[in-house]
């Protein structure tokens, strides 16, 4: 039998919404006691002061770090929970030898992420960001207009994983010739022609990511991988701001290779390079692709929901890792 839920604290690092109400309502009626960060995301130094003073059982993530000392801060903590689908916030390795899981919740913003890739897409090949900004600036000048027929473009995209698939899935429908990139190719789908990133990036007009930032997709696009992509064409990145060189994007666009950056990431998010903004060229949304009023609300709870049924002792339903000294298909350490 699983042992008895015991109370136990459970820290909230951080929120991108405007309240903690979703995660105190799961927290608190299982028990336990929400104790909640700054809602902008602290230093890893303030984090793990957080950790260190409440000795949590669980903590819940957004954005903020959680450093290996944070990890090891607590000696009740059994679980670290994203609150998102990335782990580059959260010491994974320091996590899973000292027998505490990392969860995310993977699936909760599928439709939201591929929706926001394929508006950006249509941003570009229909001028709408650029046609509204001329309006707004007192020009009236339909023929300056440069669109294209997204039905005659290649659209490129990699990482073909539940996001990908999506949005794949959603191109196809404007008749694109779609292209995937991914470690992983699935061994029949006849949806789309699984090639290397060089050929995609050669036969692409659009290049969309949907990759996990990790040490081997760090830059995964820099100088290099630009200057292989057909000349005038898009570059869309709503997975992490890591994955791209933004210096070598901006020389790109200065130089004319590239025609359009559509990112809502960034390496260095919150700031935007000055010279990134100066570029007509670039469209840009401040880390949104994630959010709705359904996909926010699903997220919260279910990543509340992870924490309590971890300290009630039963398994999660979306490991990150696998903890060291943990049975598996449990939560309990004991």
């Not at 799961?26 to 260190?52: K, N």
């Not at 027998?99 to 709408?128: F, I, K, Q």
């Not at 390496?267 to 949104?288: F, N």
């Not at 039963?314 to 890792?321: E, I, L, M, S």
């Amino acid at each position: 039998m699983k042992p008895p839920s015991r109370p136990g604290t459970v820290l909230l690092t951080d929120y991108a919404w405007p309240d903690d109400r979703v995660e105190r309502s799961v927290i608190e009626e299982a028990g336990h006691t929400l104790v909640t960060g700054p809602a902008d995301p602290a230093s890893a130094e303030a984090i793990e002061e957080l950790v260190a003073e409440h000795r949590p059982a669980g903590i819940l993530t957004c954005w903020a770090p959680v450093s290996a000392t944070a990890i090891g801060a607590s000696p009740e903590l059994r679980i670290v929970a994203r609150l998102g689908v990335g782990l580059d916030n959260i010491a994974v390795d320091t996590a899973t030898e000292r027998g505490v899981w990392v969860t995310n919740v993977p699936d909760y913003c599928v439709e939201e992420v591929s929706d926001h890739a394929v508006g950006m897409v249509l941003a570009w090949t229909r001028g709408l960001a650029v046609s509204d900004r001329e309006v707004r600036a007192g020009r009236w000048n339909p023929a300056g207009a440069r669109l294209r027929r997204l039905s005659t473009l290649t659209c490129g995209v990699v990482g073909y994983g539940r996001i990908g698939r999506a949005t794949v899935r959603k191109l196809g429908a404007f008749g694109s010739r779609i292209l995937a990139h991914d470690p992983y190719p699935p061994k029949d789908d006849p949806g789309v022609e699984m090639v290397g990133l060089e050929e995609l990036l050669r036969r692409s007009d659009v290049v969309i990511l949907h990759v996990p930032l990790t040490a081997d997709t760090h830059h995964i696009i820099g100088a290099e991988q630009l200057a292989l992509m057909k000349p005038g064409g898009l570059l869309a990145n709503v997975s992490r701001g890591g994955l791209v060189d933004t210096d070598a994007v901006i020389k790109a666009l200065e130089g004319g290779h590239l025609d359009g950056a559509a990112f809502d990431v960034l390496e260095s998010e919150p700031h935007v390079p000055t010279a990134l903004l100066d570029q007509p060229g670039a469209l840009l949304t401040p880390h949104i692709a994630f959010s709705s009023d359904a996909s926010v609300t699903e997220l919260r709870r279910r990543a509340a929901e992870e924490v309590v049924r971890i300290l009630a002792g039963g398994a999660p339903a979306h490991a990150c890792n696998a903890p060291h000294g943990v049975p598996a298909g449990s939560g309990d350490r004991r």
